[in-house]
Nanobody, 125 residues
Framework: VQLQASGGGLVQAGGSLRLSCAAS????????MGWFRQAPGKERQFVAA????????SYADSVKGRFTISKDNAKGMAYLQMSNVRPEDTAVYYC???????????????????WGQGTLVTVSS
């Protein structure tokens, strides 16, 4: 599976942004999808994930109620809808895919096999 993330940019605090992740290659439907982010000087952290055998989703506490992850198997797409963004959301966002990721591992980067190149989100105050 090849992943291409897009949709990043500059947004004001309180605004919204939708990130997209386009998948190509092998069967997409049996892959769990995750979004992770990495801010300058910090480690990559979990943001949100959706299990391949839905409808289970998981969110980091810092984004619960503000971000929504979704997956469209027919289109080979995954999305991260970001609302009420904050300056601390500024980071490079990566999408990831993994076949047969178990639910307890959705927040673990090492559980994912495929990674996109990242898209930069900058939130101004």
């Amino acid at each position: 599976v090849q992943l291409q993330a897009s949709g990043g940019g500059l947004v004001q605090a309180g605004g919204s942004l939708r990130l997209s992740c386009a998948a190509s290659g092998r069967t997409f439907s049996n892959n769990s999808m995750g979004w992770f982010r990495q801010a300058p000087g910090k480690e990559r952290q979990f943001v949100a994930a959706v299990h391949w055998n839905g409808p289970g989703t998981s969110y980091a506490d810092s984004v619960k109620g503000r971000f929504t992850i979704s997956k469209d198997n027919a289109k080979g797409m995954a999305y991260l809808q970001m609302s009420n963004v904050r300056p601390e959301d500024t980071a490079v966002y990566y999408c990831a895919a993994g076949p047969s990721v178990i639910r307890s591992d959705l927040e673990t980067p090492a559980a994912y096999t495929y990674w996109g190149q990242g898209t930069l989100v900058t939130v101004s105050s």
